[in-house]
């Protein structure tokens, strides 16, 4: 390279020394003169060295040489234009942005330097300067492609879509191979939810350029944008392909299977991200999430326990271990865990109720009692530990305090629904109907849209006989709020049952019996109950039998067990 930039320094200085006297500085040639050809021909050389060296990388000696080449211009738009990309180069932005302004003071009809004071306009978010710019440059080269680049650019920024994809399309016509020029259309229609043809210019871009990393992406996410998963994933794989190992895609590919809830190739794609990264924290973290979904408690302490010996002991990973304990019955080991959650953040209000649970699994429900009220008393400010406590209260049948404890929180909550919906159930417990049914019309009153308050007023309705057209109105608008709720087909069910029209009873327990194995819930023996006091109205004593049957081998409660095969033995010795 030295070589030739010498030789190329020695042709000059002989054209200098040729043009000798002849080579005048252009300050000195008055505008009606002829050019100088000589004068023309040195800064031409001066110009082709600063750009050879340019090329190279060595910008101060380009300068130099650029520099020198304005001096012997007549028309210096060329080297203007190379000084502000230079300086761009270098990071020295006010002097870029000096050489396209001197540029343009001695040739304001140079393309690339207004496509460079368009492009700088731009980058600072100056739109309406940049607009002006580039406009006149078309004005003078109608088909300048990037010009149309730019004027796509702002227009996207501002929002005008149809503006933009106008410009980006006139963009992609003059200049059919830039692999930007498909992208950035693409970008457009994806904002206008056009993501079919989003689709369409993405994969023109990933022709274009197959290693164009965000073209893959876009692509990827307009197929998951049309549930097309499938496309989304094999995306990413062909990306992988160019770019094995490459962690974010691998995690794409990891999450769409997540969320569809297709929890073995999700384990799959996160042990895969683990044999790139043996220590990626965030897969482990993953596959113990999915352990837990899935309930294989044992594997999830496993990738939990790991996190914590990969340096991974924040306080979600211990949380998530001590749910993978609570259920393995491991209470002690759950305990430990649950009391170092709330001893780095006692905001967690989930954690003190798993201990709730394990206190009351324990038979040691007084010990949670006395860690929440030491609670609540710290946190007056917060709903949620009077929710806590309370709940603790009721699980010891201390519904007095729980009664209590609400009645304080309501002044300082004042339009919680939480507070008189749980008021309303203790109500209930205690078989205070009224008295809940208060409550929940309170509920109704804060939030017309709170189906559970309107199912719980119909229900308590058909269940004590009274009111049953109130009663069909509350459950059906509990149904129109969420449509085949098991629990709310069932007291519509029951709301028919109490009306006497037992066909229309079993036409819907049947209904909310087969919604709650849709939706993979564990089926309320009272429904079955319910299906059976309906069967047996019909004289349909086997299928009675049936529904009892059931009901008892689900039931847990011991007296609840006891009345049902009380019943069974009634209707069995009756048969």
């Not at 993405?202 to 022709?207: C, G, I, P, Q």
């Not at 769409?256 to 897969?283: F, M, V």
């Not at 710290?378 to 309370?390: T, V």
Request: with cysteine; charged share 35%; glycine share 4%.
């Amino acid at each position: 390279m030295i070589k030739k930039i010498l030789t190329t320094t020695i042709i000059l200085i002989f054209f200098i020394a040729i043009a000798g006297g002849c080579a005048l500085n252009k300050s000195m040639v008055k505008s009606e003169y002829e050019k100088n050809p000589y004068q023309e021909a040195v800064s031409y050389l001066y110009y082709s060295i600063g750009y050879m060296l340019e090329l190279y990388n060595d910008y101060d000696s380009a300068i130099e040489f650029l520099d020198s080449s304005i001096k012997y211009s007549y028309d210096p738009g060329p080297e203007y234009s190379e000084l502000a990309e230079i300086y761009t180069e270098k990071g020295v932005t006010a002097q870029a942005d000096d050489m396209i302004r001197k540029g343009l003071e001695e040739s304001p009809d140079n393309i690339q330097l207004l496509l460079l004071s368009g492009k700088e306009d731009v980058l600072k978010g100056n739109y309406k300067e940049a607009k002006d710019t580039l406009e006149k440059l078309i004005s003078i080269e109608p088909v300048s492609p990037q010009a149309f680049f730019y004027l796509g650019v702002i227009a996207y920024q501002e929002n005008d879509f149809t503006g933009a994809e106008s410009d980006f399309l006139k963009n992609i016509a003059l200049d059919q191979e830039a692999a930007t020029s498909y992208y950035n259309i693409a970008l457009v229609y994806s904002q206008k939810e056009d993501y079919e043809k989003a689709i369409e210019y993405y994969k023109k871009a990933v022709e274009k350029d197959p290693q164009y990393f965000k073209a893959y992406l876009g692509l990827a996410k307009s197929y998951e944008l049309q549930g097309q998963d499938e496309d989304a994933i094999q995306v990413y794989k062909d990306y992988l392909e160019i770019k094995p190992g490459d962690i974010e895609i691998m995690n794409y590919i990891a999450d769409i299977y997540y969320r569809n809830s297709e929890w073995e190739k999700a384990i799959g794609a996160y042990k895969e991200i683990l044999k790139t990264d043996d220590k990626n924290k965030d897969a482990v973290y993953s596959i113990g999430q999915v352990y837990l979904k899935i309930k294989k408690y044992k594997e999830a302490s496993r990738e939990f326990s790991k996190l914590e010996k990969m340096g991974g002991n924040d306080t979600m990973t211990m949380y998530y271990l001590g749910i993978a304990y609570e259920e393995m019955k491991k209470y002690d080991k759950a305990l430990e865990k649950f009391m170092s959650v709330i001893k780095e953040n006692k905001k967690l209000v989930n954690a003190y109720y798993h201990i709730g649970y394990i206190y009351e699994a324990k038979d040691e429900i007084k010990e949670a009692i006395k860690l929440f009220e030491q609670t609540l008393s710290e946190n007056k400010d917060n709903e949620d530990f009077y929710h806590m406590l309370a709940s603790a209260y009721m699980d010891d049948k201390q519904y007095d305090k729980a009664l209590k404890l609400y009645e304080e929180a309501k002044p300082l909550f004042k339009d919680s629904e939480k507070i008189y919906f749980n008021m309303g159930l203790i109500y209930d417990n205690l078989k205070e109907y009224d008295k809940a049914i208060d409550n929940f019309k309170q509920v109704i009153k804060i939030n017309p849209k709170n189906a559970e308050a309107y199912n719980y007023i119909g229900y308590t309705y058909a269940d004590e006989g009274k009111n049953l057209d109130e009663a069909y109105e509350l459950v059906k608008k509990a149904l129109e709020l969420s449509k085949d709720n098991g629990f709310y087909l069932d007291s519509l069910g029951w709301v028919y049952f109490k009306k006497g029209m037992y066909k229309e009873a079993i036409e819907q327990l049947t209904k909310a019996l087969d919604s709650m194995d849709k939706a993979k819930e564990t089926i309320d023996p009272l429904v079955l109950e319910h299906a059976a006091d309906a069967y047996m109205k019909l004289k349909e004593f086997g299928k009675a039998k049936e529904e009892f049957e059931k009901a008892i081998k689900l039931e847990k409660e011991k007296d609840k067990k006891k009345d049902l095969q009380k019943q069974l033995d009634e209707l069995e010795n009756n048969l």
